[in-house]
């Protein structure tokens, strides 16, 4: 079983950027993919960027340019590099791991982008 623990969030005002982490509790190897999404009030969750084993990126369209997705394996974490953020990034942001045909789900950071 593999724990993933995110922090980071928190609010900040529009142009402004915030940086999320997420750990896993053992470390990661072979085939896998992690990713982070989020769910906004009363919206679907969706997929706001990947990274695979890899190094391949994938970005949803609404935050290419702005976020950066990145990985440091001596330390088993995630990051999520947010910039220029915008209100309608405002969301619960969950971290996500996919990897030995499993999925596993971190509990989710508040992001809230307002003046």
């Known amino acids: 079983q593999v724990r993933l623990v995110e922090s980071g969030g928190g609010l900040v005002q529009p142009g402004g950027s915030l940086r999320l982490s997420c750990a896993a509790s053992?470390?990661?190897?072979?085939?896998?993919?992690s990713g982070w999404y989020r769910q906004a009030p009363g919206k679907q969750r969706e997929l706001v960027a990947i990274?695979?084993?890899?190094?391949?990126?994938n970005y949803a369209d609404s935050v290419k340019g702005r976020f950066t997705i990145s990985r440091d394996n001596t330390k088993n974490t995630v990051y999520l590099q947010m910039n220029s953020l915008k209100p309608e990034d405002t969301a619960v942001y969950y971290c996500?791991?996919?990897?030995?045909?499993?999925?596993?789900w971190g509990q989710g950071t508040q992001v809230t982008v307002s003046s």
């Open positions: 996500n791991l996919k990897w030995l045909f499993r999925d596993y």
């Open positions: 990274i695979n084993y890899g190094d391949t990126t």
């Open positions: 053992t470390s990661i190897f072979g085939i896998y993919v």
